[in-house]
């Protein structure tokens, strides 16, 4: 990256003023960081002045502190109390978005701002409630970035503070010792960090590891290989299972891979028969779709159609919930290691209909059709379980219900399941536009959650796909139905999806 | 408990004569009251002079040494009130608020102790809560100096400039009978520093020993017709008074040459940002040597117009660095200038914006923009040509989320607000209104609970024009700090006067906690100086208000709703109040946490509980957060190309309040959640037990999974 000279005639002197800005999400410790870079620069010979903007907005708002300082004489400096757009020459970003925030605000400028900014993301609230994808892209940052510091150093630095036991201002200083933006020596950083008195061991250790990682070049992202899926366990299904994987290798390259994962998602779900069935349904969409379109329609189907067929019900819940791997991993992630008990308390709160979709289907509809009798099966069953899966009676409930896969075919939730996803294919396939048909496919996305969120789930996918016959015979009708999609993930209760059917009857 | 200590800084306090103090602004006006021999020193929490509350309260040790006397006061008006001591008795007195709000709230004992004059020192310490970082509406201070007729100090916000005007506030108060304001913004609170100390002073006269004494005057009373003659002294003694010490003592400043074609007249708290201004045009150095001749208003009111017109002599046109509006001293100025009659132009919003911050580079803006237009001459050739345009950088206006503050991790109130959330979808929306505090979150995303605020303790009055109630029940929202605040008599007491129909809501979290976690009344903590543990419920009682409804845990969030619908629909007449009472997290584990590890460490059994998801079984629609906006809960890409949306995660800074299952539970949203408690140093009859039961567990599983495929640890 080149250096541009600075446009304006300061006084040649202010070059001596070091400027640094700290921009934090309140809570992540900028005070603790603010405060070894200035004893770091007073016990070397420097005048340093900190300000911060604390108040409210440490409750988990975006905080700034600001750093100046010269090298001491017998004059007192006049430093400046806040950082100032296009003159900033280290900016220390806690998160990615606030080294968005740096840059948005200007003070990142590619004459002088050398940027430190951890890459790890918390989420803003916005970005979380979304019922879709809301997450702000941190490559746009980066991208950013690139044009407008004049270095960059930059690291997952929440990551390696947690690795080495310490938090992210340990990291921080580290990454910004390592970026060689202040004229202190590695040792001198160290010192400081010993002089705070506090942790002094564990922030040692996320500074020296920090330190390192900012000096390495930047690692490159790999795209995670596509491995094969081989399953573990007898020998009877896993020659099954490699009949079914030959299947999906005959099938062309980007319906294979999304194929792959399905494949694995449905006999985790029920078993090799059902795995097989998807492959039956894939394969019939494969034999009639486009090369030319790159079976885009064939590999979307294989997705959801996965998705669709590994429904949630009681059965996957009860059998996820009681597997030995996923003891093994809570008891990892939560430090429960040798000399420790785990407890493991699961908020279950099934309702009548939960209980119903396990019944055999028509007994389960007849039920279903009586009011009184839903309200005698919730008041038994549909309360608040608290249920302590480390203990027998509740680990055994759960263990058994996760057994019942051989039931599954003839409950009630079953059928339904087989009929809706039966109706949406035939839906898709019956489109005489090609990217309409992908389209429809994707609406399946619109489906997720349990009791009240499934139900709304469900009712926006019928309401995107019940403008198909507006949109029919539209050139831009693909489009349109994407843009509906997009709109019924964007809030909960819709209000961007009432909008833009409202567009699309506007011109329909 | 305060949320920050200063025990540690606190030594600080006790630097005596040709030492040097480093440390934070704060902490620098705590220790120049003590060199000034203060005798009483008061007042109330609020960004940004929290800590000075909490340097004071931390210091009562040494407070009580010299024979200070420290009042946590009830509010900013009993904190107001408390300088009546320096009325009659030659005692210096301090009290510390924030501005403009609890000035607002001061303003009443503010009146009156201005009209009766004081004989003792009498500074007010404002933090001036204006710009980036501040919670309250964007307002001025200076207007209730102008209207009252005290004095108002705003130094250059450096240590010994900040050190020197306390003294100096104290003198001009005594020299004039005047109180005197200290302004200080957010900024120089916060500010590090050094300055030379001197050795702590006792006061001449102690509060104690006043007691011993006491005296009285009719002429200080605010009544008639001693108020009227109170007004005239105002104006035909004090304030030529504060004049003629304003001038002698050389309170205002002013730097540069003698002779220019122009000059700039400055607040002394914006010096700082305006020398920064000038270093980059090429027209100060870095000790703030400038060629622009800077008049440095230390003291913005009362404006000396004499001092003023001499600065302004020989310049064509003189700017005034003012931020905020209404633009008081250059109204002021100008006034000054016109009835000398002189030609000088002044310069000021003209070139500056009326509202807002004036950040770097509002300043260098304005005053380049004032240069070129009335000296360019002055300006060097690089500063007139036209900046070389840099490279373009994209813009991220619409990729960086906003981030308000919000609940912290494991908030008591998150549940309140859920349960809120709850009934109001089962009763449809309802009119609320909020009150000042961490609840005012609530008005935020993802909750969007409340909808106006009025002040500190006002939640339930502003909901007063329908107390006669209607169709649906107004609820309103008030904290512990605001109901102790003046809530209890504003809000409370207006409630049961008035038969009102309405719901009110006390979030009860042990603290007044949004200021930083100072003791109230109501607070569980065990206070050596001050009386606490007094139920709000009894308080609510005593008013007269008979359906009071207490809710010990906060985080049962279906009891919470349960409570909050019968409010809501119940018959009873006359108000009806919920005490939601839990105690702050984040105070509770910075009390907790050291005990857990000690405990840990001494080998105790301890349960530590932390919360996950099981990310197979979250299907990514995010409806536990749209009624949580728990920083822990936060979201996370799963490697799994069939997923398009990211699923919930819970991250370690996770402290187990258990609001997720609570709510995943009574929302019936999912059985995605789960509470992991691991239990260090377990009885070893416990572990025995434990691990004949995983024995079991382990069998049935290993069985199961010999019969199937397994797919897990493959990508």
Redesign the interface.
Known sequence: MTVQEPVTAADPRLGGIIKLAVLAVGGQGGGVLTGWIEDLARANGYAAQATSVAGVAQRTGATVYYVEMCPVTDRAPVFSLMPAAGDVDVLIAAEMMEAGRAILRGFVTPDRTTLVASTHRALAVSEKMVPGDGIASSDEVRAAAEVAARRIVMADFEAIAGANGSVISASLFGGLAASGALPFPREAFEAAIRAGGKGIEGSLRAFGAAYEAALAAPLAVEAPAVQPAIGAGPTHLRGEWERLLARVRRMPEPVAEMAGAGLRKVVDFQDLRYGAEYLDRLEAIVARDDAGRGHLLSREVAKHLANAMAYDDVIRVADLKTRDSRFRRIAGEMGAQEGRLLHLTEFMHPRAEEIVGLFPAPLGARLEGSARAMRLLGRVFARGRRLRTDRLPSFLLLHALGGLKDWRRRTLRHGREVAHREAWLALALGQQDYDLAVEVIRCRRLIKGYSDTHARGLSKFDRVLEALPLLKGRPDAAEWLRRLREAALKDEAGKALDDALRTVRSFA | MAERSFKEEIAKLRLGEGETF?GEGILAITKALLENGVGYVGGYQG??ISHLMDVLADAEELLGELGVRYEANANEAAAAAMLAASVHYPIRGAVTFKGSVGVNVASDALANLASSGVTGGALVIVGE?YG????IMQERTHAFAMKSQFWLLDPR??LPCIVKAVGDGFELSEATNTPVMLMVR???C????TFATKDNRRPTLSVRDALSAPRSDFARVVLPPMSFAHEQDKIRTRWPAAERFIRERGLNEVFGPKEAPVGIVVQGGH???L??AL????L?????ETQVPIYVLNVTYPLVASEFLEFCEGKGEVLVVEEGQPEFIEQMLSTHLYRAGSPVRLRGKDVFPMAGEY???V??DAVGRFLREAAPKLL????LAP??P?????D??K???????????GCPERPIFAAMKLVEKELGKHQISADIG?HL?AS???FEIGGATMGYGLGPAANAAFDGGGERRPVSIIGDGGFWHNGLSSSFTNMAFNKSDGVAIVVDNYYSA?TGGQDIMSSRAENPTKATKHPIAKALNGVGITWVRQVDRTYDV?RMRDVIREALTTDAKGPKVIVASSECMLNRQRREKPLRTQAIREGRRV?AP?F?V?E??C?????C??LS?C?S???K?L????????VASID?SCVGCGNC?EV????????S??????????APW??RW?GW??R???W???R????????????
């Open positions: 480093t960004a940004p809560d980036e970082g501040s919670s916000p450096n957010i900024r120089s916060h500010v590090t520093g010096y700082n940002g020398i920064r270093q980059r045009l090429g100060a150095d870095i000790f703030g950040t770097g580079q300043m260098l060097p050739a690089v500063a900046n070389a840099g490279p373009v950088i994209p991220l206006s990729t960086v989320p906003i981030r308000p503050p919000g609940f912290c991790t961490c979150f935020l995303p993802p949004a279906r349960e932390r996950g099981d197979a079984v299907t990514g629609d995010h409806a957060i749209r906006g920083p809960l936060s979201l890409k490697d799994d190309p069939l997923r398009d949306d990211p370690p299952g995943a539970d009574a929302a019936v949203l999912c059985p959640f789960y509470r992991a408690d691991v239990v260090h140093n377990p416990e572990a434990a039961r995983a079991v567990i382990g049935l599983q290993a199961r999974r010999a019969r199937r495929l397994n797919f897990e640890g493959v990508a």
